[in-house]
């Protein structure tokens, strides 16, 4: 299972194997993940194409300086 974050909202999912671009466009709307939302595992930036594996937490986080 990968733990998916977007500010309060939380969902874990079968989502091994997908990537961090497959994983936003699934879950954009029910997450209220925005367009420029960065994406991070473990804590670094990863890249659109980053490939999850069991056990990730993928958190979609505001760029610095962005209100809202």
């Known amino acids: 299972m990968v733990k998916i974050m977007n500010g309060v909202n939380e969902i ?4 091994e194997g997908r990537t961090v671009a497959e994983a936003r466009a699934m879950l954009a ?3 209220n993940i925005g367009t420029d939302a960065v994406p991070m595992v ?3 930036q990863v890249e659109e194409t980053y490939e999850l594996v ?3 937490e ?3 986080v505001k760029p610095s300086g962005t209100k809202g």
């Open 29 to 31: 709307q029910a997450l």
């Open 58 to 60: 993928l958190e979609f």
């Open 42 to 44: 473990a804590g670094s």
């Open 54 to 56: 069991d056990g990730d």
């Open 12 to 15: 874990s999912a079968a989502l």
